[in-house]
C-alpha cells in the first residue's frame, strides 16, 4: 500500500531511460513513488550508453519504444492509484544514431545506405526530427522537452508553436546542455 505523501516541493527526478525494457521503468517510477518523488523524467536515448544533450554520440531508440516507456511508467502510477508527472525527453535535436528503423516514424529522418560498424542507423538531427518526435509522445506524456546542443531561441519558438498547433495545453520545456551556453 503507497503512504499517502506531501509531493511538496515538486520534484521532477531523473528517470534517465527507465535502465531497461517496461518492467525496467515500472519499477524505477514505483521505487521513485515510495519515496515521494511526483515527476518523471524519461529520456529517449539507448539505456546504458545515455549522454548528456551537450555531448555527441547520442543514440536513440525508436519513437515506439520510447511511447512504450512512457506508457509504462503511467501504468506503474494507475497501478499504485498516485498521480505523477511524466517528462518526455527528446534528444532528436543533436542525436545522428538510431538503435533500429522498425518505427515508420523516424523513417524520414534515417540516412539511407549508411550503418555505424556497431550497426546503428544514421540519421538527419535536427529541430524537424525533435518535432516530430515531441508530437508522437505528446498523447502518452504530460510534458514534453527538448533538449538541444546549442542555444537558439528560434528553434525553441518553432519547436513549441508546432507541438502546441496540435496538442495546445502540452506543457513544454526546452533546455540547452550545458545550460551555461544561453
Known amino acids: 500500500r503507497t503512504p499517502v505523501i506531501d509531493f511538496r516541493p515538486f ?15 515500472r519499477n524505477l517510477i514505483r521505487r521513485f513513488v515510495e519515496v515521494g518523488v511526483p515527476g518523471y523524467h524519461i529520456e529517449a536515448q539507448r539505456p546504458g550508453v545515455k549522454k548528456c544533450g551537450h555531448q555527441g554520440g ?49 523513417r524520414p529522418f534515417i540516412v539511407e545506405g549508411e550503418r555505424t560498424a556497431e550497426g546503428f542507423y544514421r540519421v538527419n538531427a535536427g529541430l524537424d526530427q525533435a518535432i516530430a518526435r515531441g508530437l508522437a509522445y505528446a498523447p502518452y506524456a504530460d510534458l514534453i522537452w527538448c533538449e538541444t546542443a546549442v542555444p537558439n531561441l528560434d528553434d525553441a519558438k518553432r519547436f513549441a508553436e508546432t507541438i502546441l498547433k496540435d496538442n495546445p495545453t502540452k506543457r513544454l520545456a526546452y533546455n540547452c546542455s550545458p545550460s551555461f551556453n544561453w
Request: proline letters at 3%; glycine letters at 8%.
Open 11 to 25: 520534484i521532477i527526478a531523473d528517470a534517465d531511460t527507465g535502465h531497461g525494457g517496461d518492467a525496467h521503468v
Open 58 to 106: 547520442k543514440v536513440l531508440v525508436p519513437a515506439d519504444e520510447q511511447i512504450k516507456r512512457l506508457n509504462a511508467g503511467r501504468l506503474q502510477l494507475d497501478v499504485m492509484r498516485v498521480p505523477g508527472l511524466i517528462v518526455a525527453r527528446t534528444d532528436a535535436e543533436a542525436s545522428k544514431l538510431l538503435t533500429a528503423d522498425v518505427d515508420e516514424r523516424d
